[in-house]
């Protein structure tokens, strides 16, 4: 997605060194995915060796001065969540952004997610819904008559159910952050790693995601 | 997706009773969530105690004489997959079946299962290709002029990338099982646990899914 599948992690004085994305090296990344030898590489490890190397993702990374660090966890409530609310409790935790799919499947898992955070003490700062609905573009990009395409014009098809994150956000009384539809200009983007922001500012998904960003900036900016 | 999420399971002299679905009790499941409380409970459990639970759902459950035994994992090749596999070692196990979607992130994890399953000695069945385009209901159904029509006929939307689960199967060596669509009918049957395949056999996702399932079931017969 950020085009930095080739790039190694080295070593400082003051640890891991790592991986800077664009000119301005706005962004720093580490993923277990810079240390394999080859990318296709299986990490068949149990729990114990994961939660030691997320520990040593915060502690033994010389990640110098963050706005924001982000951890993106694999859904569950396991190890990996364990150990990172763990690792980061010492720090400055804003909370955790719970993301689901709007299928009753999906809001289940993240449902428990919700108990998970507050068995931790990790407050929530909101619900995401993805893959939300799809606007098809054979639909409405059109060359013929717009008459009688009028009622075709915007048909949102939602493939999965829809409204499953804003119910569960409700539920759960934590904000409802907003909905990201299925967008194929935003796939686009992270398949051949480009970037969506400039690309495409016109593209569904584009006010969903700037939405989104801006409550979480306000949310950290009014508990700074 | 089954209906069957109040119910519980009970003790026998020969252990768990499986929960059946169906009148003709033509499938048994078992699942974390029939020994929870509340459906919202989070198993916040790392690896030793999740290790156990796999077992015992191999050697504690009263499964009686099956057809098949089908064990859905997460993604990812750690406790839940090298436990599995342990556990299923001393039976006739027939092989591990891919599901990835069809972008590269996708392609790239699965990458890796493959390489989990050379490592751990498991055959690979083949590789499925799930979510893969996107036939549009509001294009393809129509109410007006036909020839107008034509050219939105069976306009197909990658939303995500495609042909990603077959490259990743030619390049493996592995079958290409086959891909299913994104369908809103097949979404709309889990979610509301009705029967697919009674109620919606001309959706397009139902002859991909049973052109998969043939193959399976040929290969199994293969072995036997």
Redesign the interface.
Known sequence: ?LRVQDRAVHQCDSGWVPVFVGQDRAVALMSIGFLLER??????????K??ALIKQFVTDVAWGDLDFLIVDT??????E??STVEALRPHRLLGAILVTTP???SV?DV??????CK??GLRVLGVVENMSG?V????SGSG??DS?LFF?LQ?C?????KGGGEELAKHAGVPFLGCVP???QL??S??EGRDFIQEFPKSSAFPALAHIAQQILDTSQQSS
């Open positions: 997605m990318p296709d590489d299986a990490v068949v490890w149990r729990g114990p994961k939660n694999p859904p569950g409530t396991s190890d969540h364990i299928q009753a499947v289940g449902r428990r997610e919700l108990t998970f068995k931790t799809f098809c573009p054979h639909c013929i008559h009688l075709l048909e098809t939602n493939i999965f159910s299925l967008d194929p796939s686009q992270l398949e």
